[in-house]
């Protein structure tokens, strides 16, 4: 499986961005589907992951009731539609694809910068 993310950018605070994680082969379906984002000087943190299917979503307390993670697996293509967002998101964003609670894939990452 790979994976591309996409649709980070420059954004004032407040805002709102989508990201995009588009995945290749044929069994999206067997894969949750995770955001992770790392800031400068920081550990990489869990964002929010999505089931197989759709069916249960989870979230960081510190994007949560702001961030919104959804997959068509029509398209082979899991997003982070993120809202309100403040300088502290500011970080490169990555998507990840388990089968079971282990990371199998990384994406490449997407960088999201909020100013202030």
């Known amino acids: 499986v790979q994976l591309q993310a996409s649709g980070g950018g420059l954004v004032q605070a407040g805002d709102s961005l989508r990201l995009s994680c588009a995945a290749s082969?044929?069994?999206?379906?067997?894969?949750?589907m995770n955001w992770f984002r790392q800031a400068p000087v920081k550990e990489r943190e869990f964002v929010a992951s999505?089931?197989?299917?759709?069916?249960?979503?989870h979230y960081a307390d510190s994007v949560k009731g702001r961030f919104t993670i959804s997959r068509d697996n029509a398209k082979n293509t899991v997003y982070l539609q993120m809202n309100s967002l403040k300088p502290e998101d500011t970080a490169v964003y990555y998507c990840?694809?388990?089968?079971?609670?282990?990371?199998?894939?990384w994406g490449q990452g997407t960088l999201v910068t909020v100013s202030s």
């Open positions: 999505i089931s197989g299917f759709g069916s249960s979503t």
């Open positions: 082969g044929p069994t999206f379906s067997n894969y949750a």
């Open positions: 990840a694809a388990a089968r079971t609670s282990r990371i199998d894939y």
